[in-house]
């Protein structure tokens, strides 16, 4: 099973270049599973026993099964769709010294090293007009198309001592020799199927071509680009596809823009979530009280992988509280709640990874390092309930191709189900029942 669900992860990541092309699997997955599409801009009818999934932008995207109408709570569960990149600028072609080389800035906090000398590919979106309606269509020029060559230390005494690089200057990849120049936006246009005059704007991102792999001596590694955080958003597209809920509604959310602060239309620093759930809550004719007493009793999960203790450098980490890969679920804690977790969010998701039969393990980060933040304190801005930051471990994150334990995906997927299956209940102040 666990081999299954790994070769399934990967084709997922291999196929899910760019937010936009992750967005469009899940969609497609949900479909497949008799998951109807709502659109933001119409009214929404909802039916019990059906599930339904909104997009915004066509980068984040937010599912729930409407198990029941007169539910008691939501158990939610966030990760995100984007991974740090480099977004193509407009007007890319530079051509200079015999070369076609590609204007690109950074998107988000990479490591700049790994993206060097290996096969590069360009997708995205692209914006057309027919008629007077703007389209957007999805593109991926699906072949090796761009390299960014390293310096070779003969002529860069400096290239092994910790060189500094500048994302102008060091991170444009090839295109082609200069014959190409004026082919970029033209081969986007065949690629897009569209006609070259019709595109009126692009969203376009420079992918590492790198397949995702099962390794070690006893398989027990996965590594793939965009293991953050495809990995949770896919375990928990899985988990709401299996569970079965009762009073509660599962709902699956999946953010754009993590990577660079989440303050975007569609990031967890949006209305996206609220408005999806109080239309959940409108068109189940509950009134405004019903709705702050159901998120009383709701619940998040806020998945985006952490850090596995790394083989050479385990004097980064907190002397005890380092997780290993392979070893379960990751619960993150930040005594300056950088995390969201606290001593009641903990205790409800370990209970449930207990009974679920599957092990957790805990992160801090050493108390002189400032670490990361995450989905979970940005999204409680707007819909405020209790939460809980976990993940799974991972070892090279923000790399282009980064690594995580083979077993973990499974545990993410046995726990959340178990999660979306169950019903928490606020019944004081002191008080929480889960069923
Ligand atoms: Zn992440």
């Not at 599912?63 to 939610?76: D, P, Q, R």
């Not at 991102?205 to 990995?231: C, H, M, T």
């Not at 239309?265 to 009134?287: E, P, Y």
Request: aromatic content about 8%; glycine content about 6%; hydrophobic content about 35%.
């Amino acid at each position: 099973m666990t081999q299954t669900i790994n070769e399934q992860l990967v084709t997922f990541l291999n196929e899910s270049m760019t937010c936009f092309h992750a967005v469009h699997n899940m969609k497609q997955r949900l479909l497949k599973e008799n998951y109807i599409e709502l659109s933001e801009g119409t009214t929404w009818n909802l039916e019990e026993g059906k599930g339904y999934f909104v997009t915004r932008n066509n980068s984040s995207i937010i599912a729930w099964n409407m198990a029941c109408k007169n539910y008691t709570s939501f158990h939610l569960v966030s990760s995100h769709s984007d991974s740090p990149c480099f977004k193509v600028k407009d007007n890319p072609e530079i051509v200079k010294d015999g070369y076609v080389k590609l204007n690109t800035e950074r998107y988000g906090g990479m490591l700049m090293n790994p993206w060097f000398d290996r096969p590069l590919s360009v997708a995205g979106r692209v914006i057309v007009k027919e008629g007077n309606s703007f389209q957007t269509k999805l593109v991926n020029i699906d072949k090796d198309y761009l390299i960014t060559p390293s310096v070779a230390p003969h002529l860069n005494r400096n290239a092994n001592n910790g060189f500094v690089y500048n994302a102008q200057v060091d991170l444009l990849p090839i295109l082609g020799s200069e014959d190409c120049k004026g082919l970029f936006q033209k081969q986007i246009a065949e690629y897009a199927n569209v006609n070259e005059d019709s595109i009126l704007a692009s969203d376009l991102f420079v992918y590492p071509r790198d397949k995702g792999s099962i390794w070690g001596a006893n398989n027990e590694y996965i590594s793939s680009p965009r293991l953050d955080d495809l990995q949770c958003a896919f375990a928990s597209l899985n988990a709401l596809l299996q569970a079965t809920p009762t009073t509660s509604i599962p709902v699956f959310v999946c953010f754009d823009n993590e990577e660079v602060g989440s303050l975007t239309k569609q990031g967890a620093d949006s209305t996206f979530l609220k408005d999806t759930l109080l239309r959940i809550n409108n068109a189940c004719n509950k009134t405004q009280e019903d709705f702050h007493t159901t998120l009383a009793s709701s619940f998040m999960v806020s998945a985006d992988n952490a850090h596995a203790i790394h083989p050479n450098h385990g004097e980064m980490h907190d002397p005890i509280n380092h997780p290993q890969m392979n070893k379960g679920i990751v619960i993150k804690h930040n005594a300056n709640q950088k995390y969201t977790t606290d001593a009641l969010s903990c205790a409800i998701f370990k209970d449930i990874c207990a009974k679920a039969n599957v092990p957790t393990q805990t992160f801090v980060n050493r108390s002189d390092a400032p670490g990361g933040s995450t989905l979970g304190n940005i999204s409680n801005a707007h819909v405020s309930l209790n939460c809980v930051d976990i993940g799974l471990a991972q070892l090279a994150m923000h790399s282009t191709y980064e690594t995580a334990g083979a077993k973990d995906t499974e545990y993410l997927i046995k726990a959340l189900t178990a999660y979306y299956s169950s019903s928490l209940k606020m019944q004081d102040a002191y008080t929480y029942n889960l069923d």
